[in-house]
């Protein structure tokens, strides 16, 4: 196990309201959405565990609303989910390069804006599940098929059911 120590070092996020800071399986790259500002953040950590600011995930489309990131089993993509019920799909090259794709998902429901709850993961077998809702609309789990960028399966939840987050099990 390794150790967090405070360094001291402020870095950037790329925008404003940092939320829910994701890295990828490797720990090389971490993103880190914006919502205030719909920006994507990108942090890289090499491999003595120094981080630094990488820029931004470039968009022509933009991030409104960004609220938690989620990355493929393989890392070769990530997940944004956005808080008017849409999620963002990014590419990741091979030598670390992000850039989005421009698909747009809508998953049925808007998404509620936690800090510190991941409301999008991904499965194993690389699936995207999204926790949605609102106290008007309901909560959901849509299913996102990665190999189409569609929803594949939506499962309603019980009002009220607008908080809360989603965890694979393993």
Known sequence: GGTLADTGNMLPSGGAAPA??????????????????????ILRVDA????????????????????????????????????????AVLEIATDGAVTDSGIRIAVGAPASAYAGVDQIVTTASGMVLVHAGDAVSGGLIAVIDPRTNTVAGTIVLPRPAAGGGVVPIP
């Open 20 to 41: 829910n800071v994701a890295f990828a399986a490797d720990g090389r790259l971490a993103l880190v959405p914006n919502f205030d500002s719909g920006t994507i953040g």
């Open 48 to 87: 003595s565990g120094g981080v630094t600011y990488g820029g931004r995930v470039g968009s022509t489309a933009g991030f409104a609303g960004a609220q938690s990131v989620a990355f493929s089993p393989d890392g070769g993509r990530a997940y944004v989910l956005l808080a008017a019920g849409a999620v």
